[in-house]
């Protein structure tokens, strides 16, 4: 709608015509729970606070249009998804549009007693393992071994695993490998007894099958009496993917996980964000890997001058959930983003 108008005074010449337009739109759709990560099945509602209009929206990331699906009940989500809606009403200027990322992860707890060479199982290998009654551990069972390079192995579906064991003072030095890769040595001892304690997170995987290993290294802290290494339980966490194919970010490079050299001191902001993010590090970033958890859409950024990249801008992408590989010129670290309007 114009508006225009004039002011006339006797005597006096009548004014310019002065015009204003008035755009009248549907109010903004809103998303019910909000964007995130959660590790259960969302059932998503989707209202705007305009009387009388319809709401079409699309699950795959693109622009939602009145061709749309319309939306009329909750939408489950049951695995990662970008939601994307407008507000439509006849008269009124259809709304902005709305987004939201969600994450879904599944965690599943392995205990050390489901035993076998399929998914989900620990296999042992080597004549050193035994078994037997740990009260507070997670079951209140554990297997244990001090026998030089005995090791299980897990095999599974998911993006991340933690390994959950016995720290104490006859403990020792135990080797984490994922998918053949390098090993990294966690030191299993502590002067008193804690039991089923977190030891050892995997860097950030690809959606899909991976194995870890856990081997007996028959190493030791200076303070330790022995070499035991204990079995507990895994936990795995599986990102259920939406939808996408595309392209893959290599994750095979060299990765640390010493908690010393974690990509401390860092701020990724932003986060969600509408595509410009700002990188604050105590490292200076050499390069940057993105990588699209939905659409598959990759990017590589790589620094130009001494300072590194403090500046991430992927404006030009779908709203999602975007993974990053960052790496300093010595070490990789990930994170994770979350891109919406």
């Known amino acids: 709608?114009?508006?225009?108008?004039?002011?006339?005074?006797?005597?006096?010449?009548?004014?310019?015509?002065?015009?204003?337009?008035?755009?009248?739109?549907?109010?903004?759709?809103?998303?019910?729970?909000?964007?995130?990560?959660?590790?259960?099945?969302?059932?998503?509602?989707?209202?705007?606070?305009?009387?009388?209009?319809?709401?079409?929206?699309?699950?795959?990331?693109?622009?939602?249009t009145i061709a749309s699906t319309l939306y009329t009940a909750p939408i489950t989500v049951s695995?990662?998804?970008?939601?994307?809606?407008?507000?439509?009403?006849?008269?009124?200027?259809?709304?902005?549009?709305?987004?939201?990322?969600?994450?879904?992860?599944?965690?599943?707890?392995?205990?050390?007693?489901?035993?076998?060479?399929?998914?989900?199982?620990f296999e042992y290998s080597g004549v050193g393992w035994a078994s037997g009654a740990s009260t507070g551990a997670y079951l209140n069972d554990e297997h244990y071994s001090a026998t030089t390079n005995n090791f299980y192995q897990v095999d599974f579906t998911g993006t991340k695993i933690q390994v959950y064991s016995q720290k104490y003072s006859s403990s020792g030095v135990a080797a984490y490998s994922i998918d053949g890769g390098p090993e990294i040595n966690v030191d299993h001892y502590n002067a008193t007894l804690l039991l089923n304690t977190l030891v050892y997170t995997s860097t950030p995987l690809t959606q899909g099958s991976h194995t870890l290993k856990v081997r007996v290294t028959g190493t030791k802290n200076a303070s330790s009496s022995s070499y035991w290494i204990v079995a507990d339980r895994a936990v795995i966490t599986s990102g259920s993917s939406g939808g996408g194919g595309g392209g893959r970010m290599d994750m095979t490079a060299t990765v640390y996980s010493d908690e010393k050299k974690?990509?401390?001191?860092?701020?990724?902001?932003?986060?969600?964000?509408?595509?410009?993010?700002?990188?604050?590090?105590?490292?200076?970033?050499?390069?940057?890997?993105?990588?699209?958890?939905v659409d598959g859409k990759t990017l590589t950024i790589k620094s130009d001058n001494a300072e590194g990249i403090s500046e991430l801008n992927i404006s030009n992408f779908a709203d999602g959930v975007y993974l990053l590989k960052l790496y300093d010129g010595e070490r990789y670290f990930f994170r994770r983003i979350i891109k919406q309007n």
């Open 262 to 293: 974690e990509f401390a001191g860092n701020l990724i902001y932003p986060n969600p964000g509408t595509g410009k993010f700002s990188l604050k590090s105590d490292q200076k970033i050499q390069s940057i890997e993105v990588y699209g958890l």
């Open 79 to 121: 695995a990662t998804t970008t939601l994307r809606a407008i507000g439509i009403k006849t008269g009124l200027a259809n709304s902005a549009v709305a987004s939201s990322a969600y994450v879904i992860e599944v965690i599943t707890t392995i205990n050390n007693s489901v035993v076998g060479t399929g998914q989900n199982q």
């Open 1 to 64: 709608m114009t508006l225009k108008a004039i002011g006339i005074k006797s005597g006096l010449a009548n004014s310019a015509i002065g015009a204003a337009a008035y755009t009248i739109q549907v109010a903004t759709p809103t998303f019910t729970p909000g964007p995130g990560t959660y590790n259960s099945t969302q059932s998503v509602t989707i209202l705007t606070a305009t009387s009388g209009a319809s709401i079409r929206y699309t699950t795959d990331g693109s622009t939602p």
